[in-house]
Every structure is written in C-alpha cells, then in structure tokens.
C-alpha cells in the first residue's frame, strides 16, 4: 500500500483510525446476531431472516443516505449515525443481559437501526475522505478506506465469535465500546464537512429530481451499469457461500471460535490486497480487474465446494477477500473520477441499492438455497453461478479501457 504521505495527514488518521475500529464491533455483532438465533431456535431458515435485518436497510436508505451525504455536513451526519449505533446496540446488550422474554422484537429493531446508521455512515464516510485528503493522496486514502472493511472483518468476526462463546451479551458490549471510540475520533477531527457547490445547474423537478440524478449517472455509464448489474448477483452468492460455511462448520461439531476464523480469512486476504491495490489499479484499467476479479473469485470458490475442511476454506476465503479489496479500490476511484463531486453520494447510493441490497437477499436467500439443496449441491451450484457471471463480465466493457491513472471524462 503506498501511503504517499497520508499516514501524516492527521484528519484522515483520525476518520480512518475511529471508523476501522467501529467496524470492528459492527462486524462482531453481525456474526453474533446469527448466531444467537441458530443457537436459541436451531433453525438455519431463521439464521438467514437474522441477517437479513441488519442488511435490508442497503435496500431501502442507499438514495437517502446519498442525498446526506451530498446536501448535508458529512462529519455531522457520521456522529448522528454512531450516537444511533450506540443507543440500538445497547438496548440489544440490555435484551440478552436480563434474558427478557421474547427479545426477537427487541433484537429486530435494534439489528434494523444499526443496519441504517451503516449505510449512511459508509456513504457520507466516502465523502468525508475527499474532504481530508488532495488528489495527489487518494489513490493512496481510499486503498486505506477498502482495508477498513476487511480489517474490521478479520478482527470483528473473530472477536465477535469468541466473544460470542463466552458470553451472548459481550458482542454487543464491544460493539458499544467501539461507537464511543469512533464519537471520540470523530470530535477531534477539524476541517469542512459541509456540502460542496454543484458544478452545474442544479436538476429541476424537486427532490425526486434530486434523488433521481444519482441513477441516471450511474444508468448512463456503461461501465458504471454493467459492473453494478454483475456486482449485485455476485454479492447474492458470496452472501450464499457465507452462510454455506456458517453452517458447515455449525454442524460439525467443532468450537465455535472456528467460524470466526474462517470468515476473518476474508479480512486478512483484504488486508493483503489493500497493499497490492494503489499499484495494481494505476497499472490497469478498472474494466480488466473487475474481469480478472470474477474469474479469480470462480476458480477461489472450487475448494470450498468441494472440501469441508476448515483450513481449506479458510485459504479460499482469504483468497475472495484480497481479490475483493483490490476490485473495490478499482471501482470506487473510478467512481470518484467520473462522477461530478457534487452528485457523488446519491450516484453511489444508487448503484449500492443494487449491490447491497443483493447482500440483503442472499442473506435471506441462503437459508432456503440450503434448506433446498443441502451443503454439497449448493456448493457446486455457488461455482456455476460465479462462471455465469465471469463470462458476463468478459462481455462487457471492453472499450473505452485505460488504466485508473488516466482520468475519465465525468459523466455529464
């Protein structure tokens, strides 16, 4: 990872130390909300609903979140959302502590308002960045901001699942702990936040205008359409595989800490791949490394369809994280370089309705995929599916391709 100075740049430090540590606990009580449901129930229908909830707010608050993050004062809106995160997974802490009788409503709403507060979060974060750092440091700075999500899946999944195996409640006590350090960091950040002028007229029409922009951007682009179509059902899959070794190791019989390492393999792979993105996508176009990334996570999904060995799909996973970083970095400086400042929250929150929502339903899919095929034959059917998509995206985007390190016209 080439830092090109930004280690020194103090209000970055600050955004990215505070918001990797959030994810932290963010991550930790995702593992642990599944979890808690297989454990009290015995049903891996039910699992696959826990993980929806805390998911489907990416369905319905992309465009929302999009518009805050574009009219509204980025640091104002990422304390809001921690102060929310805050609230919601201490009543969560609280529900299992005094073990109050029927906690699933209870559980569902406080999952539902952290789910929100990420998705605001995560866009308005991204603006946040442009708003700390120079041209020159964003390669750089947004290589940093894709190895917060793996970083804070390797630690987050593992803490939360040992976490998990001592006590029910201590994921959320964590998690806790990890909003008031992201409050802190975020306090002592100086510097404007606030909305940026647009660089031509403002869309007419009204807010639905307003909210409409961020789509047509992203329908416009051919890149920008095809890659998101793609994205969204490849996500429906990694969010297939993910419950796939939940319950593969679940049912095995070995401890539960297991599954935190499996999963936290993804992070480490992430991690790795964070080192490897600022050079790779300045060497290639973002066209061939989203290509390379489908075909790469293909052949990566074949050891975990046909072996059950925790190792093994350990080092696959690992493998799907690095490859993940390094498409993501690709994606998201291709975004900011051909979309108008201006627009760049609700286009992202635009093209995430598609991308996250699908992390959404295939938690809630993977269930019954399970229920309905068993672990093997969902396994290989992971794999086909992965090889449809590869071949979908080698179709697409062929021309028009220039490495990252040439700008693109933006999107008018």
């Known amino acids: 990872m080439n830092s090109n100075g930004i280690h020194t740049n103090k209000a970055f430090v600050l955004l990215w130390s505070g918001n990797v540590v959030s994810l932290t606990g963010f991550f930790g009580i995702r593992i642990a909300y599944p979890l808690l449901v297989l454990s ?5 229908t039910l699992m696959g609903w826990a993980g929806f909830v805390i998911t489907v707010p990416s369905l319905i608050f992309q465009i929302p979140a999009g518009i805050a993050a574009d009219y509204s004062d980025r640091r104002r809106t990422l304390l809001i959302c921690q102060l929310s995160g805050l609230t919601a997974t201490s009543v969560a802490a609280l ?15 406080a999952a539902f308002v952290e789910g929100t ?8 974060e991204l603006g946040a960045i442009r708003d700390v750092v120079d041209s020159e440091q964003r390669p750089a700075a947004f ?3 894709e190895a917060e999500q793996p970083i804070g899946s390797v630690l987050g999944r593992a803490l939360g699942a040992a976490a998990f195996g001592m006590a029910r409640w201590l994921p959320f006590v964590i998690n806790a702990v990890s909003y008031l350090f992201c409050l802190a960091t975020l306090s002592a950040i100086r510097g404007d936040f606030a909305a940026r002028k647009p660089e031509g007229d403002r869309p007419s029409g009204g807010r639905w205008s307003v909210a409409w922009e961020g789509v047509r951007i992203v329908w416009t682009e051919p890149f920008l359409r095809a890659s998101t179509a793609i ?15 939940i319950f593969e190791i679940g049912t095995s019989g070995r401890p539960v800490w297991t599954v935190g390492v499996v999963l936290g393999a993804a992070g480490v792979g992430g991690i790795l791949g964070s080192f490897a993105a600022a050079r790779l996508t300045t060497r290639f176009s973002a066209h061939a490394v989203y290509r390379g990334s489908l075909w790469a996570w293909t052949a990566l999904l074949l050891p975990i369809a046909v072996s059950s060995n925790p190792a093994i799909m350990a080092v696959s996973w690992c493998g799907i994280g690095a490859v993940g970083t390094v498409v993501n970095v690709a994606l998201t400086l291709f975004r900011v370089r051909v979309i108008p400042e201006d627009t760049l929250g609700r286009a992202v929150g635009a093209g995430n309705i598609v991308t996250d929502g699908a992390v959404a339903l295939g938690a809630l899919l993977a269930g019954y995929v399970l229920t309905a095929l068993g672990a093997a034959t969902t396994g290989w059917a992971l794999v086909g599916a992965m090889l449809v998509l590869a071949i979908g995206g080698s179709l697409v985007g062929r021309s028009r391709e220039a490495p990252l390190a040439e700008t693109p016209a933006r999107v008018e």
Not at 40 to 44: D, I, L, N
Not at 117 to 124: G, W
Not at 232 to 242: D, E, F, T
């Open 40 to 44: 009290v129930t015995g049903s891996v």
């Open 95 to 109: 529900v299992v502590v005094l073990n109050v009788p029927n906690p699933g409503p209870f559980l569902i709403v």
């Open 117 to 124: 507060a990420y998705v605001f979060f995560t866009l308005s």
């Open 143 to 145: 290589s940093f901001f």
């Open 231 to 245: 994205s969204g059902l490849s996500n429906m899959v990694i969010q297939v595989v993910i419950l796939l070794l």
